[in-house]
């Protein structure tokens, strides 16, 4: 019985504990939160810190693990990286790992790849960041050059002041996990994101995905739906640059999540993870409309196993749509339960209750809840989910203080 080692523990990465193990697979989970869910589902749970390298290779070592994997978020992306090196497991190699962590490094490899990306600075001081922006023609977006979720992003006009340009790099390097900030041109246009699996250098798409966000200054994602209603020859845009910046990173053996803009001048990459992408896009929706299990796919590639691509059912719509109430305390939340019960919704949570706070959205964690819904197309799914998360009705005091 192989023996795979997944990193984390909490909801986000039940999925992979739980395919593991239908997959007939020994599973070693390591959380440093003795609490987190995952580890009660474990073959073996270990309570250790996930950034720690050597108490990672010590577990990896005692329980003769033959992989690893990390799936939506990729805090111990470097870490895996260095367990591959040593231990001869398939995956992502250490200065590939390093290279899809870090934002400046990242634009660095597109560039040298020729991927189409945004013209894009390494800042690390307010001069600097007052520097970069005063040489960009249009808006710019100043970003941690190591973070997720949308954390400490923010958009700024052409002609933005001095002063507006040092409190972005200052929100932004409040969230940078390496102390570094990103600031790029900003790419008008809408956003995809192109899921993809690579092994043996060959790089297979599974789906593209529509995306709805907030719009700036924060853009966080409110919505995603599959498959993407782009036509085709826009569609091949966005693969063929999602493509090219896999191929410029140098991904391989490892799923990738790759997000990209379609602007004035063509398909743009904002990033790509080598991960499989979060927000159920991965775990969810793309199951769901094509019928293909992508979780036990990265599971196969982590053990350095070629993964079985046959859809299980026909293809599908499916979507996503997050709950957001106004911000402040909630007095109330209704609609829930009826939610869960209209056509083609398969999944309808809330995060808050009575007396809890409803948060300025700036990050994907200030959303208050979620719908997961099905239909025959796209168009169909989406529509399902927006009834179901109409329906759910989340009081706030500042709905009350309007009315």
């Not at 193990?21 to 474990?42: I, K, M, W």
């Not at 789906?207 to 826009?234: C, I, M, R, Y």
């Not at 910046?245 to 391989?252: K, M, N, T």
């Amino acid at each position: 019985m192989k023996t795979l080692m997944v990193l984390a523990a909490g909801p986000l990465q039940i999925p992979v504990i739980t395919t593991a193990r239908r997959l007939g697979l020994r599973v070693v989970v390591v959380d440093a939160d003795a609490n987190a869910p995952g580890l009660r589902l474990a073959d073996v749970a270990h309570v250790a810190n996930i950034t720690d390298y050597d108490a990672c290779r010590a577990i990896a070592h005692q329980e003769a693990a033959g992989g690893v994997i990390q799936i939506c978020t990729e805090v111990s992306i470097p870490l895996i990286g260095r367990l591959n090196a040593e231990l001869g497991w398939s995956g992502l190699r250490p200065e590939v790992a390093l290279d899809v962590t870090n934002k400046h490094r990242m634009r660095q490899a597109f560039d040298r790849g020729g991927a189409p990306s945004p013209r894009s600075f390494g800042v690390y001081t307010e001069a600097e960041a007052v520097a970069a922006a005063q040489s960009v023609r249009g808006a710019v977006i100043l970003k941690p050059s190591r973070s997720s979720g949308s954390r400490g992003v923010t958009k700024l006009n052409h002609g933005a002041t001095d002063q507006e340009v040092i409190t972005a790099f200052g929100r932004a390097l409040g969230f940078s996990a390496d102390r570094g900030v990103v600031l790029e041109e900003f790419v008008e246009g809408p956003e995809f994101s192109v899921e993809i699996l690579v092994w043996a250098g060959n790089p297979q798409v599974l789906a593209v995905t529509d995306k709805v966000t907030t719009g700036a200054p924060h853009f966080v994602e409110t919505g995603h739906s599959q498959p993407s209603a782009l036509v085709p020859a826009d569609r091949e845009q966005v693969v063929a640059a999602a493509v090219a910046g896999v191929r410029a990173l140098g991904i391989d053996w490892s799923a990738a999540h790759a997000e990209i803009k379609l602007g004035p001048n063509g398909a743009r990459i904002m990033e790509i993870g080598a991960r499989l992408g979060g927000d159920f896009i991965t775990t969810e929706l793309v199951p769901r409309s094509t019928g293909i299990d992508m979780v036990a796919g990265a599971i196969r590639l982590a053990l350095g196993e070629v993964p079985d691509l046959r859809p299980q059912h026909p293809p599908q719509g499916a979507a996503i749509r997050y709950v957001i109430p106004p911000p402040g305390q909630v007095l109330a939340v209704a609609g829930l339960t009826k939610a869960q019960t209209l056509p083609g919704v398969r999944v309808a949570e809330v995060y808050v209750q009575a007396g809890g706070i409803v948060p300025p959205v700036t990050s994907s964690g200030c959303r208050s809840g979620h719908v997961i819904a099905e239909g025959p197309s796209a168009a169909e799914a989406i529509r399902n989910a927006e009834v179901a998360r109409d329906t759910i009705q989340i009081q706030t005091a500042a709905q009350q203080a309007a009315k």
